[in-house]
C-alpha cells in the first residue's frame, strides 16, 4: 500500500480536536478558556464529564478518577474513541484515514496522485457514545455585531487605573487609545444595568451578539419572557475590540487581570432555547446542554447569547484606524504589500502604529486558519512573522523537554505560506533580552532580525523614522 502523503497527514494534523468530536457526534460544552467533553475512552466510565479540550491548542486529556491515559490532539482522540487506546506504530495509519473520512479531509498518497476519501470505518462512533450534542448558535454578521459593540462601547466608562495602565505601561496616547477603542469593563451592577437598559431603550436587538446573554430572575419562572432579562457575560478589567479587515467591530475581548489567563473571549454561548407556539408564547425550553439540571439550577440558565469563537484582528496604524469607517474594504483605505502576523491585541496595536504597517493579531497557538485566505485576498506580496522570542526556544518541564506546541503550529502555518505563489515568507527574531513580544522590543527602541527561510538570508529590519 503507497504511503500517505505529508500533506494529507499535515490536514489531518491541523483538524481541531472539538470539530473532530462535534462531526462524531459526542456532547460537548464550549466555555471560557477549554471544552469539557465525555472522555472518548469507551472503557472509561464516566459519573460525570471529566475531560477537557484546550481551545487554543486543541490538546484534550481525560482527568476523570485521576484519568485514564486519553490525552493527545484529534489523531489520538480518534484512536482512543475508536479501540481505547493509542499506539502510534499500530493506529497511525487507520487513525490518519479515520479522521479523514469523518473532516472529509481527501486522501493523498505518494506519487499516486489523490483518492476521495472511502467509508472504510462503518462505525465512526464507539459504542459508548453519548447521544447529545451541546447545540452552537450562530453569532449575527459583522454588521449586526459592529453597531451593538460601537455603541456599547461608548456607553462603557474609562476607569483611572485602566487609562493609567495604558499610558504608561503601553504607551498609548489618548487619541490612540479612542481610536483602538479601549474601554473599562463595568465594575458594579447598576453600571451595567444602565447600559443593557440604554442599548434596548435605543432600538439595538441584542440577540446573538456573543457577550450579551438573558438569564432568568430569582424565583422567576422561565416560560415567561418578562421573567428573563438581559445583561453581559462579563468578568476582568476592560475590552479590547477585534476588527475584521472591512472595519467591523466584529467581537470583543477581555483582560481579565489574571496570571493564568490573561484574555479571554466577551461570549455567551446558551444553554436553552425557548419553544414558542404559535402566538408567540413560551411552551417549553429546549436543552441545549444536556449536563445542565434545569429543576437544581435555574439561575445558570442562559439564552439569547451567542458562542463567540475565534478571529483575527486586523489592525492598521491609529491614524487610518481613526477614519476607518465600518464596512471600507482595508485596502481602499491603507496602501500595503507586506503584513505582519504576531499575537495579541496589544502587541497589533501597538507594532501596527510604530511600524506604519497593517497587523494581523491572531487568537492564540494554532488558529491561523483565517490568516492565508485574509492574505490572497489583500494580495500581500510578503508575510512577516513576529511571534514572542520564547516560541522558538526549547522548553523544559520537571527536567524533561516538553512538545512546543507554538513552534509547532508556526512551522505548520509557514509551510502553509510557502506553498502559496506569490507571497515571501520572512521570520522576526530579536534577543529576549530585549523583550519578549514584537510590541516590548519596539517600545524598548531595538529592532528585530529578519530571517529568509528558503534563503537563509538574515539581514536587520529598517524602519524609517523610527
Known amino acids: ?128 457514545a453519548p447521544k447529545f450534542i451541546f447545540e452552537d448558535v450562530p453569532a449575527q454578521n459583522a454588521g449586526v455585531c459592529d453597531r451593538v459593540y460601537r455603541r456599547f462601547l461608548q456607553l462603557c466608562p474609562i476607569y483611572p487605573e485602566h487609562s493609567h495602565e495604558w499610558m504608561t505601561k503601553r504607551k498609548y496616547t489618548e487619541d490612540q487609545i479612542m481610536a483602538f477603542g479601549l474601554r473599562s469593563i463595568p465594575a458594579t451592577w447598576q453600571e451595567t444595568k444602565y447600559i443593557v437598559d440604554t442599548l434596548l431603550s435605543e432600538g439595538y436587538s441584542l440577540e446573538r451578539i456573543p457577550g450579551f446573554t438573558q438569564k432568568l430572575r430569582k424565583g422567576g419562572n422561565p416560560l415567561n419572557d418578562f421573567d428573563w432579562y438581559w445583561t453581559i457575560n462579563a468578568y476582568g478589567k476592560y475590552f479590547l475590540p477585534v476588527r475584521d479587515d472591512a472595519g467591523h467591530i466584529v467581537r470583543l475581548r477581555m483582560a481579565t487581570g489574571q496570571e493564568k489567563r490573561k484574555y479571554t473571549w466577551f461570549s455567551s454561548a446558551p444553554n436553552v432555547e425557548p419553544v414558542r407556539n404559535a402566538a408567540g408564547n413560551i411552551t417549553d425550553l429546549k436543552i441545549l446542554d ?124 509557514a509551510r502553509e505560506i510557502l506553498e502559496s505563489d506569490g507571497i515571501e515568507l520572512v521570520f522576526w527574531i530579536w534577543n529576549i533580552q530585549h523583550g519578549k513580544g514584537l510590541d516590548d522590543v519596539l517600545l524598548n527602541k531595538k529592532l528585530p532580525i529578519e530571517i529568509n527561510p528558503l534563503t537563509k538570508t538574515r539581514k536587520p529590519v529598517v524602519i524609517q523614522n523610527f
Open 1 to 128: 500500500m503507497p504511503r500517505i502523503s505529508q500533506q494529507t497527514i499535515d490536514q489531518v494534523e491541523r483538524v481541531h480536536t472539538y470539530d473532530l468530536a462535534v462531526r462524531m457526534g459526542h456532547w460537548v460544552k464550549p466555555s471560557v478558556g477549554s471544552i469539557k467533553v465525555r472522555c472518548p475512552n469507551p472503557n472509561h466510565i464516566e459519573r460525570t464529564p471529566d475531560t477537557y479540550i484546550k481551545k487554543s491548542t486543541g490538546v484534550f486529556k481525560c482527568f476523570g478518577g485521576g484519568g485514564c491515559g486519553a490525552q493527545g490532539k484529534a489523531l489520538q482522540y480518534y484512536a482512543w474513541a475508536t479501540w481505547g487506546c493509542w499506539d502510534p506504530r499500530s493506529h497511525f495509519v487507520d487513525a490518519v484515514i479515520g479522521v479523514c473520512e469523518i473532516m472529509g479531509i481527501p486522501i493523498e498518497y505518494e506519487g499516486t496522485g489523490r483518492e476521495p476519501f472511502k467509508k472504510r470505518h462503518p462505525a465512526m462512533q464507539p459504542a459508548a
Open 290 to 413: 444536556p449536563s445542565l439540571d434545569v429543576k437544581a439550577n435555574p439561575q445558570e440558565m442562559r439564552r439569547g447569547g451567542a458562542s463567540s469563537s475565534h478571529h483575527i484582528n486586523v489592525v492598521l496604524p491609529y491614524p487610518f484606524l481613526q477614519r476607518w469607517q465600518p464596512g471600507d474594504e482595508i485596502t481602499d483605505i491603507f496602501r500595503f504589500d507586506t503584513v505582519v502576523i504576531t499575537e495579541g491585541e496589544h502587541k497589533s496595536f501597538i507594532s501596527a502604529n510604530i511600524l506604519n504597517l497593517p497587523v494581523i493579531g491572531v487568537p492564540g497557538v494554532g488558529n491561523y486558519r483565517d490568516v492565508l485566505p485574509a492574505l490572497k485576498k489583500w494580495g500581500v506580496r510578503k508575510a512577516v512573522v513576529a511571534y514572542d522570542a520564547d516560541a522558538f526556544l526549547n522548553k523544559e518541564k520537571d527536567g524533561q523537554k516538553v512538545e512546543n506546541n507554538v513552534l509547532k503550529n508556526l512551522i505548520s502555518f
